[in-house]
């Protein structure tokens, strides 16, 4: 390494910057690597035990679904949930994956029905461990002390607020002994203390917490909501029931409900007899996570050599004029007509609704409107119905995708139940949309 330059080499090294380099370049060969008899001690680490140790990792992260999955075999219940939460909280005294173990939980709250119990999240809250994220000066409060686990908090009342459940004093105890009082959970508590109270009931239509479990409480409850008139009468036409039919077969009979007010009832009767009636449907209505059908009633906009304009009663509503004759001045400026865009539409004489929504069931409720609007019987209805619960009805198949063979028998009793009555015209027309405002 240690070779003799010839004088005639020296002559490039001249220069100060060139000599500089002459000299680094032969220290860095001369210098040797220095090590502490420590460090020759340390092996290096086998590739095979970082994959096996990264498995480990992932394992991890998958067992507290996996505690959920093995209690689920059971019966899903708020003890069941308990009992998942506590076993993770005796397991480890230092809590290891609390974060990921109370996003899981989050989860598999709705599967369990504890979804709306304040007990459930408290409990969840008292899985952090107590006076370890709490920021100790105002520069850890600062920038955010433990920004994951205060992430999973306020994750877990976002998901409270989501559900409309209102925290107690435990709720903001438990923060206060996870995070501190200057935290971003403390904060997302207090805007949830702040606005709740204020907005618990500023719906004037309130749904119930719980909705009726039999159909025909449930269809009162869904046409009231949709009938604007507080007159309107909800006749049951039909109870859910099971009949054994002349060839010895069990047939389940659906329920009919529907509702009609005396303004509706009036406009029917002043119906023109030669203009066609529809029943259009079916159209959604939601009642929280519930969904229900309902079918109308209905005609087309009157002609305008029909339209007659009746005057306005002023005692018929005291609450607030229904015509208001305001003689004011006007400018040149002023225009006389304003451009808005009316949409007409027909009337609406009746709704129903029926857990199944076939030619046949919508029959029997037209029938049954004919005991008191006899003019039915001389108007042409027709049938505009769209795919809907009333297929749910139909036979399902066993083994799906693969075909299989129907009864000759049983399509001809459907085909004779499904003849339409000589008085009514049937317009099926599945790719027809409508839609209807609530």
């Known amino acids: 390494m240690n070779q003799e330059l010839h004088p005639a080499d020296l002559s490039t090294w001249r220069s100060p910057v060139n000599c500089f380099a002459f000299l680094y370049f032969t220290n860095q060969v001369q210098r040797h ?73 989050l989860k598999k709250m709705p599967e369990f029905g504890v ?45 409270m607020e989501n559900y409309g459940i209102m925290p107690n004093v435990d709720t903001k ?34 749904v119930p917490r719980h909705l009726p479990e039999d159909p025909v409480d449930l269809a009162r409850l869904s046409l009231t909501r949709i009938a604007s008139d507080m007159d309107a009468k909800v006749t049951v036409y039909q109870f859910p029931c099971t009949d054994i039919s002349e060839t010895g077969e069990e047939i389940t009979l659906p329920h ?13 009767a002043q119906h023109n007899p030669t203009r066609p009636v529809f029943v259009e449907g079916p159209f959604p209505l939601w009642l929280r996570s519930t969904c229900v059908h309902y079918y109308v009633l209905r005609a087309d906009t009157r002609p305008p050599e029909e339209q007659v304009e009746e005057p306005y009663d002023p005692e018929r509503c005291l609450d607030y004029p229904l015509q208001l004759d305001l003689d004011l001045d006007r400018d040149l400026g002023d225009e006389g007509n304003f451009d808005v865009n009316h949409v007409e539409e027909g009337p609406v004489f009746a709704l129903c609704m029926t857990s199944q ?68 015209i049937v317009e099926e027309e599945p790719q027809r949309r409508q839609g209807m405002k609530q």
């Open 33 to 105: 690597f220095h090590s502490s008899p420590s460090c020759a001690k340390i092996q290096p680490v086998p590739t095979d035990y970082e994959e096996d140790l990264g498995k480990k990792k992932v394992k991890s992260l998958v067992t507290h679904d996996d505690l959920f999955e093995k209690v689920s075999k059971e019966v899903k219940t708020k003890a069941t949930f308990n009992r998942v939460v506590d076993v993770f909280t005796k397991r480890d005294i230092r809590r290891r994956g609390h974060v990921e173990f109370i996003y899981a939980a």
């Open 115 to 159: 979804e709306r119990d304040l007990e459930v999240y408290n409990k969840l809250l008292d899985v952090f461990p107590k006076e370890v994220f709490v920021p100790r000066n105002f520069i850890q409060r600062m920038f955010n002390h433990y920004p994951r686990q205060q992430e999973c908090g306020v994750q877990l009342l976002e998901q």
């Open 173 to 206: 105890v438990l923060l206060v002994q996870v995070f501190g009082e200057k935290s971003h959970p403390i904060r997302k508590y207090q805007r949830l203390m702040y606005w709740f109270p204020r907005f618990k009931h500023t719906n004037p239509f309130p």
């Open 256 to 268: 009919i409900v529907g509702i009609q007010s005396p303004d509706q009832m009036e406009l029917l």
């Open 357 to 424: 929504g076939d030619q046949t069931t919508l029959n029997q409720w037209i029938s049954g409107l004919q005991e008191n609007n006899p003019i039915l019987g001389h108007v042409p209805t027709l049938f505009r119905l769209e795919a809907g619960p009333r297929e749910l009805q139909g036979v399902v198949d066993p083994d799906p995708g693969h075909g299989y063979d129907s009864d000759p028998e049983t399509e001809a009793q459907a085909g004779e139940r499904a003849q339409p009555e000589p008085d009514l």
